[in-house]
């Protein structure tokens, strides 16, 4: 009877004990929301030995067992048993493919990596190796999306369609092969050259000074409308009160991870089909809550317009990271490098195997087709003191002789591909611009284009727009296409 008691009494102290230390952990962790972030936590909460994806549902809140905490929005409540819709076997997949081209990578032996990245640091085989032509069969499950579509994207079921420009019929294919070159077999002369900026990473007090100054209204299109850039937003130390005041200019904000979390091959190796969603979707999600939290009545970026994505590090998460963009109705990835000399337009990836190896390089490039566009990043060479070392985002490279050699760089660059209306991507991060000269290199590079009448400086998707829908230079100042 006593040891009954005593048993009893000890059993109500432990439950206690538990008790207690649960509402610690959680009073800490809503503290820290409140005081650094609305709705997003960074740090690690209950536990971080799990490596398979965790949610602890408070609030408005959820928290990984990776240590982020994704924002709990609406539609996004799946059960752990039922990971989106998505069949578990292709995390399966991915890994055995992963494994396999490893295999053969090491059997053939990695070639000297000729490429330097240093703001995008990460390890990517460069030997070229075919890939399985295997057909996979797609699942039949098409579940749920917790977000709305939007119409130019992934949606497009119709395979071509009809349109006027100038005086003829275009038709148009909506799936868009590598090496398409210019569509509609437009001349050199009527077709545009367009020019893309993107910046990667948070929208801080220090970076958006650059961008005020370069996309002020005195630099405009040939059809008057002002130039405008993309921005892979990633969460931290992102200002969105700063985020939204460029949307409203008419940037474009794409999805950019919500951690950027390290090291780079986790993506590539590590991050599950979850994770990606959970990153990718998850940061979309955010960057509109977030927004709207900033800017109260003006409303935040609206879903449906973050149609992009850029992998952090630029490491692919093979078909895992492509087939959730396309079910999730994103438009466009530009995460893959291009290391040839000929610069190549975006393409649609409903036949990778004809990029893999030519274009994309990489054991985590996708091999299923999927109804997504991909904005190849063309890699920049350095054409002084005799150098051919490409890279892949402008800050990789780092002229000598300031605002002069920055200026040399880029019209160089420029040049490759405006001798067959190439599009032109400045892919990069505002640290280039702390280096002595290279800022004003750039405003001085923007006028210099513009002066030529025929470049247009446009977001990603306006250019996907546009490929779609190809316009000659006189239609698109007539009906003032870049505003
Ligand atoms: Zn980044």
């Not at 206690?16 to 709705?39: F, G, H, M, V």
């Not at 085989?125 to 992934?154: I, V």
């Not at 545009?192 to 996309?215: E, G, H, K």
């Not at 505002?430 to 290279?438: D, I, K, N, P, V």
């Amino acid at each position: 009877m006593m040891a009954s008691s005593t048993r009893q009494l000890l059993l109500i102290v432990c439950f206690q004990l538990i008790i207690a230390a649960d509402s610690w952990i959680i009073e800490d962790i809503s503290t820290k929301s409140r005081l650094n972030r609305p709705n997003v936590v960074l740090g690690r909460s209950l536990s971080s030995e799990r490596s398979t994806p965790y949610y602890e549902e408070r609030n408005d809140l959820k928290y990984t067992m990776s240590g982020i905490a994704l924002p709990q929005v609406a539609g996004h409540r799946e059960r752990q048993t039922q990971i989106h819709g998505i069949p578990v076997e292709n995390q399966e997949k991915h890994d055995r493919r992963a494994k396999i081209n490893s295999r053969r990578i090491e059997k053939r032996g990695r070639p000297a990596a000729k490429h330097t990245r240093p703001a995008e640091k990460h390890s990517r085989p460069t030997e070229k190796h075919s890939r399985p032509a295997e057909k996979h069969s797609r699942p039949a499950e098409r579940h749920s999306r917790p977000t709305e579509r939007h119409s130019s994207s992934s949606a497009d079921s119709k395979k071509s369609s009809v349109v006027n420009y100038a005086d003829k019929e275009c038709v148009v294919q909506k799936v868009f092969p590598v090496n398409s070159g210019i569509p509609c077999n437009l001349t050199t002369t009527q077709t545009p050259m367009f020019v893309y900026f993107s910046f990667d990473d948070a929208i801080t007090p220090w970076n958006i000074r650059f961008y005020r100054q370069l996309f002020s209204d005195e630099h405009r299109n040939p059809d008057g409308c002002p130039i405008r850039a993309t921005f892979f937003n990633s969460h931290h130390n992102t200002q969105y009160g700063l985020l939204q005041e460029l949307w409203q200019l008419k940037h474009e904000v794409a999805s950019h991870s919500i951690s950027h979390r390290g090291p780079s091959t986790w993506w590539s190796i590590n991050a599950t089909q979850q994770d990606w969603y959970d990153e990718i979707v998850g940061q979309r999600d955010n960057i509109h809550r977030q927004t709207a939290a900033a800017a109260g009545s003006r409303g935040g970026i609206p879903i449906a317009e973050i149609q992009g994505m850029r992998a952090p590090f630029l490491a692919l998460g093979g078909d895992l990271q492509f087939g959730m963009l396309e079910r999730n109705g994103f438009l466009y990835d530009s995460s893959i490098p291009n290391n040839n000399n000929h610069p190549s337009w975006p393409f649609t990836l409903h036949e990778p195997s004809a990029m893999n190896g030519p274009i994309c390089r990489s054991p985590y490039c996708p091999v299923e087709p999927h109804n997504v566009w991909e904005v190849v990043m063309n890699v920049y060479f350095m054409n002084e003191s005799g150098s051919v070392t490409p890279c892949s985002m402008i800050d990789g490279c780092r002229p000598r002789n300031g605002r002069l050699g920055a200026l040399r760089f880029l019209r160089a660059n420029f040049q490759r591909h405006y001798d067959d209306k190439v599009p032109f991507g400045i892919n990069m991060h505002a640290a280039w611009f702390a280096f002595e000269g290279y800022l004003d290199a750039m405003n001085s590079f923007i006028g210099e284009m513009l002066e030529r009448n025929d470049v247009y400086i446009v977001p990603i998707r306006k250019l996907i727009e546009w490929i779609k829908h190809p316009l000659t230079i006189s239609k698109m100042n007539e009906i003032r296409f870049s505003c």
